[in-house]
Every structure is written in C-alpha cells, then in structure tokens.
C-alpha cells in the first residue's frame, strides 16, 4: 500500500505549499470530467479518490502534528510561566503587596488553577482578614497537593487556632483571642511564606 506522499508524488519534508500544487496537478490531470464518455472513466474516477485521501491524510496527520508541537510548547511556556507568576506573588506577599498579588492570582485562567494558586489565594485571603474564605482555599490546596508540608503547616495551624478561638477554658474567661495570639500567629504566617 502506498503513502500518502507517494500518491502525491512528492516527499515527506514538502512544504504545504508543494503539498498543494502536487494535489491540484493531479487533480486537473484525472478528474473525472476530463474523462466523460471514455473507456477511463472509472479508472479517473477511482484515481481521484485515491488522490483526495492521500490529500486528506496528509493534511489530518500534518493537523496532529501541530497539535502536539504546540501542546508540548504550551505546557512547558505554562508551567514555566506559571512558577515565575507564582514566584512574583509570592514575592509580593512577602512584601505585604497583597493587592498586586491578588491582581495577578485573579489573572490566572480558572483551568489552570492548581495547588499552588489555590494557596498563595488562601494567604491573600487570610491577610485581607477572610479567615473563613482563606481557610477554603488552603484546604483545596492541601487535597490538590496531600504531600506539601508547606500547605499542610499552615492549614492545621489554622484549624488549631479555629478550634481554641474563643474557648473559654483554653483563654480564661470571656477573654477570646488576645492580641498577642494574632500578632504570634501573623509572625508564623509570615515566617511559613518564606
């Protein structure tokens, strides 16, 4: 069984361009029209499919390799986009520039939010006084990624001080969470975006 490109005469490094015109040639040369009331009608006929698969053929395998060349391209230029975006957020938290970082965390496309963007979200979020909204997004970080000590830290830090907020018998009574107990925790936040 022949190829594709040997149907078309032509080789497999032609241009699209000579793709084309090898086509067209052919086509023009055994179109069926051209063999109306002649012994080679059929054999036209049956030529011209021929011609039009290999054609066909040609264009869908060259389709799938773009497809795959620019997947592979988009991944690599996305995950290395990613880390040098999550990189600059993470700077920007460091620097107390939570409205630049949330700017940029708001840029990222909802299919391409991972763990990392769901965490760098929680911190936003809890240094905007959201503890609740915060305390979500850490989670869904932690189920994304279950093996990050980073995100796993920070999350039962959180539900541990969840649990003795405001608990009379851990504080003494009636006195809720002192300042002290937020100024220490913010000192561990800070130290676990580092």
Known sequence: MKSPYEVLGISPSATNEEV??????????Y????????????????KMKEINNAYDEILRIRAEEKNKSEEKKSTYQGTNSHRQKYSKIRQAINENDYKFAEEQLNIVEQHERDA??????????LHGGYHFDAIKFINRA???????????????????????YGNPTSRGEGMG?????????????DCLCR
């Open 116 to 125: 990392e963007w769901f965490f760098l979200k929680g911190l936003v979020l």
């Open 20 to 29: 084309r015109d090898a086509y067209r040639a052919l086509a023009r040369k």
């Open 142 to 164: 932690c189920e994304l990624d279950p093996d990050n000590d980073e995100y796993t830290t920070l999350r039962d830090n959180l539900r541990a001080q969840a649990n003795t």
């Open 31 to 46: 179109h069926p029209d051209n063999y109306v009331n002649s012994d080679l009608a059929d054999l036209a006929e049956e």
């Open 177 to 189: 969470c002192s300042l002290c107990d937020i100024c220490s925790f913010l000192i561990c936040l």
